[in-house]
């Protein structure tokens, strides 16, 4: 158990829908990562946020967006869903900026979206 | 632009041998590598690191090999137990000032470990 929580674990819906994905880092992690497996790819980074403000940005779409809560949840709201959604998305945590070299980024078990 | 590659798309190794996994990167910019192993319908779980400043970081089974002038580093897993058998992914991040800590992983290498 690396700490860190998703709900839900599973996720169906129907093409353009909006969903809404939580995550818990960690106590004391100040950094949460979003991520997303798709079949044909690997793990890609979304978007991470730091003690609440975004820091980074990656491959995420437009449709897509996340915000980190005072309490340091996550959340990640994916809008107007398409086929091509449905994928594995994993939130991480860490301890702070990644200015140390031990600041490893621990996962969630992840939530199954299927958009149909 | 596939900055991390695994081009072992999987690998079969006996119960008690060696399992070695490789990773080759292109960013030069990058300085800290990680080693994840994935069962399926978990998360990644994090198993070894290492700094660019290090060449070898051993912990229990695993080693992490680093050559930074080929960008390549490898995992040894010894002796390997069919437990092992699981997805293992290799990640790469920038550190310091200025970057974020984003992870840019390879696709992944399936390992069995036959009993």
């Known amino acids: 158990d690396s700490g860190v929580t998703q709900t839900p674990k599973h996720l169906i819906t129907a093409t353009g829908q909006r969903v809404t994905l939580r995550c818990s880092p960690r106590?004391?992690?100040?950094?949460v990562y979003w991520y997303q497996q798709s079949l044909d790819q690997g793990l890609q980074f979304l978007i991470q946020?730091?003690?609440?403000?975004?820091?980074a940005k990656g491959n995420i779409l437009e449709r897509f967006s996340a915000q980190q809560f005072p309490d340091l949840h996550s959340e990640l709201n994916l809008s107007s869903l398409e086929l091509g959604d449905s994928a594995l998305y994993f939130c991480?945590?860490?301890?702070?900026?990644?200015?140390?070299?031990?600041?490893?980024?621990?996962f969630g078990p992840g939530t199954r979206l299927t958009v149909l | 632009d596939q900055q991390v590659k695994q081009n072992s798309p999987s690998l079969s190794v006996q119960e008690g041998r060696i399992s070695i996994l490789n990773c080759d990167y292109t960013?030069?910019?990058?300085?800290?590598f990680l080693w994840y192993k994935k069962y399926p319908a978990e998360g990644p779980t994090f198993l070894i690191s290492?700094?660019?400043?290090?060449d070898k970081n051993e912990d229990g089974r695993f080693t992490v090999f680093l050559n930074k002038s080929a960008k390549h580093l490898s995992l040894h897993i010894v002796p390997s137990q069919p437990g092992d058998s699981a997805v293992y992914f290799c990640?790469?991040?920038?550190?310091?000032?200025?970057?974020?800590?984003?992870?840019?992983f390879g696709q992944g290498t399936t390992l069995q470990v036959k009993p």
């Open positions: 290492i700094s660019s400043i290090k």
């Open positions: 991480a945590s860490s301890v702070g900026l990644a200015e140390s070299s031990t600041d490893t980024q621990y």
């Open positions: 990640a790469a991040s920038a550190q310091g000032s200025g970057n974020t800590g984003k992870l840019i």
């Open positions: 106590s004391g992690d100040l950094s």
């Open positions: 946020y730091y003690n609440g403000e975004e820091r």
């Open positions: 960013n030069s910019m990058f300085d800290y």
